[in-house]
């Protein structure tokens, strides 16, 4: 399971959410909202600027894919 595989940890923001390190020292939240009436589901992916950085964006992208 990622959960366990990414050592990911609860947050208490959104809906639901948590937090996993896909690399060493590099970040992943997951933050959950579900929809109602007024708004759609929705999902936010936060990471680590340094990612961004260190990396070209297909390569964030894929990590973000294969943690999801």
Same mark, same amino acid.
């Given at each position: 399971?990622?959960?366990?595989?990414?050592?990911?940890?609860?947050?208490?923001?959104? *809906?639901?959410?948590?937090?996993?390190?896909? $690399?060493?020292?590099?970040? +992943? #939240?997951? =933050?959950?909202?579900?929809?109602?009436? *007024?708004?759609?589901?929705?999902?936010?992916? $936060?990471?680590?600027?340094? +990612? #961004?950085? =260190?990396?070209?964006?297909?390569?964030?992208?894929?990590?973000?894919?294969?943690?999801?």
């Amino acid at each position: 399971n990622i959960m366990k595989k990414f050592n990911a940890q609860k947050l208490s923001m959104a *809906e639901s959410s948590y937090i996993l390190e896909p $690399l060493k020292g590099f970040f +992943l #939240a997951y =933050l959950y909202w579900d929809g109602d009436e *007024e708004f759609e589901p929705c999902v936010k992916v $936060l990471f680590d600027k340094r +990612l #961004a950085v =260190l990396f070209m964006q297909d390569i964030v992208w894929g990590i973000i894919v294969e943690t999801n």
